[in-house]
């Protein structure tokens, strides 16, 4: 099997064309992202309070630490996360808050708009002044910030949600960045490379889902960076950032040990273009059970190593990323 740059169709300007929700991947970002159209009176008890649902997740790598980053609208609740890990050490240091109606009822996420969450003395910030993503948490025991380059080579996804609107996300991969950090440890600046997930829409009451996040290099040397997920949209925000393109990738399959998920992960597309171990080396959990949304979510960190097929053949790849493994009510 072959890799080649496959023509993506333009994002539509809106989620509805002539009244008609369109659906597909698609080049570039979605300029209107309302949902105003289906969010009802946007009360307690509305579809934009108990069915949809936002969030912006950034995942950074350095050959030494792992960083996740996310602030979530889940409509009746609020959650932020930060969390570190450090390679050298183990160690893992993580920050997180939930806020009972976090964002206001007229909140409308948007990935070029800041978000913004507070909880006593911890405060996170994301922000996009056109070409950058600004990152930044205050704690007690922690200070971060980062800047992602934005290199505009991001994939829209739209895609049908059973007995809800739609689902949609926008993804890019393999992003420059810069980071510092404040702790314990002192003040560290370091390069990274980093990964974007914005997601807004109306995910099934119940879901289920498998999430690669994954950035390495070719034994060429040359950068890359993969997106894949099983069980949820499709399959159609599967992608490879290799170059200066992104080539839409198959379904994936993932073959790991629900009971264990520190045990290795054996990832590949169906077509076997991309087939790869992934180590964990920690992982970040999280089990939220409150009401009508419950939450069983676990985001293993690691290295991974294995195959990418290309029109030029076959070559070795590794890297660091995450994968994950998600059950939700909401």
């Known amino acids: 099997m072959h890799l080649s740059p496959v023509g993506l169709p333009s994002a539509p300007a809106a989620f509805t064309t002539e009244g008609q929700r369109v659906s597909g991947m698609f080049a570039g970002a979605i300029d209107d992202l309302s949902t105003a159209t289906w969010d009802g009176n946007c009360g307690l008890c509305s579809p934009r309070r108990l069915q949809r649902k936002g969030w912006l997740y950034v995942g950074l790598t350095a050959p030494r630490f792992q960083i996740g980053f996310a602030v979530v609208d889940a409509g009746l609740i609020a959650t932020a996360f930060v969390y570190i890990f450090d390679r050298e050490t183990g160690q893992l240091h993580e920050e ?9 009822a007229v909140f409308a ?6 978000w913004h969450v ?3 003395a911890r405060r996170w910030q994301m922000a996009h002044d056109g070409s950058v993503w600004h990152l930044t948490f205050v704690g007690p025991a922690l200070q971060l910030k980062a800047r992602v380059e934005d290199h505009g080579r991001g994939i829209s996804v739209i895609s049908a949600a059973p007995g809800r609107p739609f689902h949609h996300t926008y993804k890019l991969g393999g992003l420059a960045a810069q980071m510092t950090m404040n702790r314990d440890a002192g003040t560290e600046t370091f ?5 974007v997930d914005f997601s807004l829409g109306y995910p099934p009451r119940e879901t289920v889902w498998n999430w690669a996040s994954l950035d390495g290099v070719t034994d060429e040397g040359q ?3 993969v ?3 099983a069980h949820f949209l499709n399959g159609l925000e599967n992608a490879l950032w290799l170059g200066d393109g992104v080539v839409p990738l198959p379904q994936a399959l993932f073959d790991y040990s629900p009971d264990d998920p520190l045990a290795p992960w054996r990832i590949r597309t169906v077509d ?3 087939n790869l171990v992934f180590t964990p080396e ?3 959990r999280e089990n939220l059970n409150i009401g009508l949304l419950k939450s069983i979510f676990t985001q293993p960190f690691g290295p991974f190593s294995g195959r990418l097929t290309t029109a030029s053949g076959r070559r070795s790849i590794s890297g660091h990323g995450v994968v994950e493994a998600h059950q939700a009510r909401w």
């Open 223 to 225: 950068p890359f960076a």
């Open 272 to 274: 076997d273009r991309i």
């Open 227 to 229: 997106n894949l997920v």
């Open 118 to 120: 507070e909880s006593g």
């Open 109 to 114: 996420p948007d990935w070029r708009r800041p």
């Open 282 to 284: 920690g992982q970040r």
């Open 96 to 104: 997180k808050c939930l806020r009972p109606l976090g964002f206001a």
């Open 191 to 195: 390069e990274v490379r980093a990964n």
